[in-house]
């Protein structure tokens, strides 16, 4: 009986937690309940982009290698992917379905490290802790099938929690803990990486230099010495290849135009009513409020959240100093979602928590307040959840990937390497690449290796697709390895995001050089980030002028070295074909017989 009642109370501890995780694990059920392909664009769509990358490592790629060009960092960090890979490997799931498997493990993840956040910085209770909980996840965020989602839920929030613990105890252990979940930080997002060296570095300032407190020096030094070599993993060549450079105008077109006051006066302010003076709903509102609470408490009491509250917001408004003085910024929109969200989150933890400790002398009138705004909270998740069509992508998900890159997407997995070359379109390989994991020579510049100079790159896939020099054509396919080519009923409409350079004279005399046809246009670099946000520039764009035909956009004379591997019919047309270039000897006598200026017709072999 005694141990009865002991385990009674053990559950009576934790009942919140548990109602909490039931629930979001409900939510996480019916956001994914009908999906059966990803709830984004199949051309260009981030989450497509996310599934190349966990095809890449569940069919043995490399997960610190690019899915999608050889050579190249990878586009989207290592941890998610590398995870979502290994679950699809080892479970021999489809890798859209590992990735939706993935998402309740984060959503019980999320939930129990932000449980146990609030419950050792704000020191509240069960209660209060998984109502905090149940905020900082909402159904809008569900289900998680991306590495920036992944480490705002839970790599930021499990820092946060074991950067407090060693604030509070500098132990070996806590240090080597705080290295290690570091490191892991680095490996999971680029901009997460770099706010948490910067509130790392805040720490040391605050309390080390600033209270004088040498002698917890060496636990700063245990944890950089165990969580920079975790780092070095991905960030080894863009710290010592590429010296922090990023290829030429990257940081200006992928982002906002933060040299613009107007663009960082017009940041500020939403950021502030975002989180102080949101009235968009219920939830927001009452997020607002309690937040307010939380800042106004704070101010008082305790150090550690006021330290980081201060913190996360000098960090994310850095631009203010770096942009206007050295030109520089570190994406702040994004050191928003992923630093000061959590930030604020204990914040508004703290407001609750002082709710109740105001409302504590009467149990029920407690058990009233965090009824009531657990009660308000579901009803704001439900709405969402209703909503959740309002994005016409999410019914899209509905239907499986288009049969097309499904079939396509079957031959490439059972009769080709991860690690096999495809040269297409930019859009066309984006889907390909998605359901395949295979490489390609060319794709979106936008969710690439930012140290990756595209440029090159796209001036040599017009070259091979439109130019007029055979033995250069050819040289250029045994310098990218490229093994197939595809084409499908869809290059000319994917040519939204065209083949294009940025202008110099040398480009648009080597475009001149082998006959390709362009124009010239001031303009946006990606189809997705247009407005008056983004910077335009002098582009060089590749034209549809360039097609031998609608149903043949590829020059004739790249023909000879092509044999049709897989074919796609539709009403008895061909809709869609991959074709084998060979590297054959019947190859390489073709190569000397355009040595001597022989016109050779293609042999039946490769047609």
């Not at 899209?396 to 070359?421: I, K, Q, R």
């Not at 396919?477 to 294009?500: A, Q, R, V």
Request: glycine share 6%.
């Amino acid at each position: 009986m005694k141990f009865q009642m002991k385990e009674f109370k053990k559950f009576g501890k934790v009942k919140w937690l548990l109602i909490v995780l039931l629930i979001q694990l409900g939510f996480n059920a019916l956001m994914l309940s009908g999906l059966l392909s990803l709830p984004s664009p199949i051309y260009g769509g981030d989450y497509y982009y996310q599934l190349g990358q966990t095809n890449h490592v569940k069919y043995g790629g490399n997960p610190v290698e690019s899915a999608t060009i050889p050579g190249s960092l990878p586009g989207y960090f290592v941890l998610y992917s590398a995870i979502a890979g290994k679950i699809a490997r080892l479970l021999n799931l489809d890798a859209i379905q590992a990735e939706f498997l993935f998402s309740y493990v984060i959503v019980i993840l999320s939930t129990l490290i932000v449980y146990t956040l609030v419950r050792k910085v704000v020191r509240s209770d069960d209660l209060i802790a998984a109502l905090v909980a149940f905020a900082f996840f909402s159904v809008s965020q569900m289900p998680v099938v991306k590495y920036t989602n992944f480490s705002m839920l839970v790599m930021m929030p499990l820092f946060l929690l074991v950067l407090y613990k060693f604030v509070v105890d500098s132990s070996i252990q806590n240090s080597l803990l705080l290295g290690l979940v570091y490191g892991l930080v680095a490996l999971s997002h680029g901009v997460a990486f770099i706010s948490a060296s910067l509130l790392f570095g805040a720490t040391f300032l605050y309390y080390v230099l600033w209270r004088k407190n040498f002698k917890s020096l060496i636990p700063y030094v245990i944890a950089l010495a165990v969580g920079l070599p975790i780092a070095l993993i991905y960030w080894h060549a863009p710290f010592f290849v590429y010296h922090g450079e990023v290829s030429p105008h990257y940081d200006e077109w992928n982002t906002d135009n933060w040299s613009d006051l107007a663009v960082q006066k017009k940041f500020v302010i939403d950021t502030v009513k975002s989180y102080l003076a949101n009235f968009q709903n219920v939830k927001s509102m009452l997020v607002s409020l309690m937040t307010l609470v939380g800042i106004f408490v704070l101010f008082r009491k305790n150090s550690f959240i006021r330290f980081a509250l201060i913190a996360s917001v000098l960090i994310t408004f850095h631009y203010l100093v770096t942009q206007n003085l050295f030109g520089i910024h570190f994406i702040p929109g994004y050191i928003s979602s992923l630093l000061l969200y959590p930030v604020m989150t204990l914040v508004f933890a703290y407001g609750v928590h002082y709710g109740a400790e105001y409302v504590k002398k009467s149990e029920v009138k407690k058990l009233v307040y965090c009824t009531a705004l657990f009660t308000l909270l579901a009803l704001s998740q439900v709405d969402e959840y209703r909503h959740r069509y309002d994005n016409p992508f999410y019914s899209a998900g509905e239907f499986p990937p288009h049969e097309v890159y499904s079939s396509l997407g079957g031959y490439l997995v059972n009769s080709t390497s991860v690690n096999d070359v495809i040269l297409t379109t930019k859009e066309i390989g984006f889907a390909v690449n998605a359901l395949s994991g295979r490489k390609l020579v060319i794709t979106r510049r936008a969710q690439n290796d930012p140290f990756l100079d595209m440029d090159p790159r796209e001036l040599d896939a017009a070259i091979i697709l439109y130019g007029n020099d055979k033995l250069k054509r050819l040289e250029l396919i045994e310098k990218y390895n490229i093994n197939y080519f595809y084409w499908d009923g869809y290059w000319l409409n994917s040519e939204f995001d065209p083949l294009m350079l940025f202008y110099s004279p040398e480009n648009e005399e080597i475009l001149n050089k082998y006959g390709i046809i362009y124009i010239r246009d001031f303009t946006w670099v990606d189809p997705a980030m247009q407005g008056d946000n983004y910077r335009k520039f002098d582009l060089l764009i590749i034209t549809p002028d360039n097609y031998y035909s609608l149903e043949h956009p590829w020059h004739p004379d790249l023909d000879p070295y092509l044999e049709k591997v897989w074919n796609f019919t539709a009403e008895g047309q061909e809709a869609a074909a991959l074709y084998k270039i060979h590297t054959s000897p019947l190859w390489s006598c073709t190569r000397l017989w355009l040595v001597f200026g022989f016109s050779v017709a293609a042999p039946d072999y490769f047609c």
